[in-house]
C-alpha cells in the first residue's frame, strides 16, 4: 500500500466500534490497557471526522508521553500520530513526529515514503496560499482602481 493509500484509508465502522466499545468497557473498570487504547486510537486517526482524527491523536500523545515502554510502541505512535496529523492537513506537526520516528529507525521505508508526502503536501499548500494571497491581491486592486475612477468621475 503506498502513502497516499494509507493516509486515504478509512477505518470500518464495525472495528471503530469494536474498539471504542473495548475502549469504554475498560474505562468503567478504571484501567485502560495500553493495547485497548493504542487500537482504539489507530480507529480514530483512520476516521473520516476530524473530531475522530483529534481524539486519536489526543490518546497516542497521552500514550507516547506516560505509556511509551519500549521502542516498537513509541515507533507506532510517532509513525500514527505523524499520519494523524497529515491527515488534518497539520502538515508542520506531522512532520516533526515523523521526523522523530525517523531519528530512531532512519532506514524505515514507510516512514520516509510518508516524509516525502509530507513534504510534498506541505509545498502544495505553500504554493495554494500563494496563489490565493495573489488573487486576494489582485481583487483588491482592481477594487482600489475602481473606487478611484468611481471618485474620479463623480469630482467631474
Keep these: ?74 515507533r507506532n505512535y510517532l509513525y500514527y500520530l505523524a499520519l494523524g496529523n497529515s491527515r488534518i492537513k497539520e502538515y508542520s506537526t506531522a512532520l516533526q513526529f515523523i521526523k522523530a520516528f525517523l531519528h530512531m529507525q532512519p532506514e524505515n521505508m514507510q516512514a520516509r515514503n510518508l516524509l516525502t508526502t509530507i513534504q510534498k503536501k506541505m509545498e502544495s499548500d505553500a504554493h495554494k496560499g500563494m496563489a490565493v494571497a495573489g488573487a486576494l491581491a489582485l481583487g483588491l486592486s482592481a477594487v482600489v482602481g475602481i473606487g478611484f475612477a468611481l471618485a474620479k468621475t463623480l469630482k467631474k
Excluded at 482504539?40 to 486519536?56: E, Q
Design 1 to 74: 500500500m503506498d502513502v497516499e493509500d494509507v493516509l486515504s484509508d478509512v477505518v470500518s465502522m464495525e472495528d471503530l466500534k469494536k474498539f471504542e466499545k473495548e475502549y469504554h468497557n475498560q474505562l468503567t473498570t478504571g484501567t485502560v490497557s495500553q493495547e485497548t487504547k493504542f487500537h482504539y486510537a489507530w480507529c480514530l486517526v483512520r476516521s473520516n471526522y476530524p473530531a475522530d482524527i483529534r481524539k486519536g491523536l489526543i490518546l497516542l500523545e497521552q500514550l507516547i508521553k506516560h505509556e511509551a515502554n519500549d521502542e516498537d510502541a513509541k
